[in-house]
């Protein structure tokens, strides 16, 4: 059986998705800040921003997961 997400998830999941996205862009900003002051060439802040903002939004993917495991074990 397939069931769909009532539009009001969906809407909670879109929403989710756009605070993932920025939290993911300010935490790469602010790696690439640092690199940049770090006198670092603009490659190596490039790369560490890539992988910053990767890092921060997969785990901020994880979190809507935790959440719904843990409440499973609860019931």
Known sequence: MVTHPSPERSRVWLLWLGIATLLSVVVALVVALIKVRARDDAAD??????????????????VPAAVRELKGLGD
Do not use: Y
Request: hydrophobic share 65%.
């Open 45 to 62: 802040a490039i790369l560490s921003a890539g992988a910053a903002f990767a890092t921060t939004f997969g785990l901020c993917l994880a």
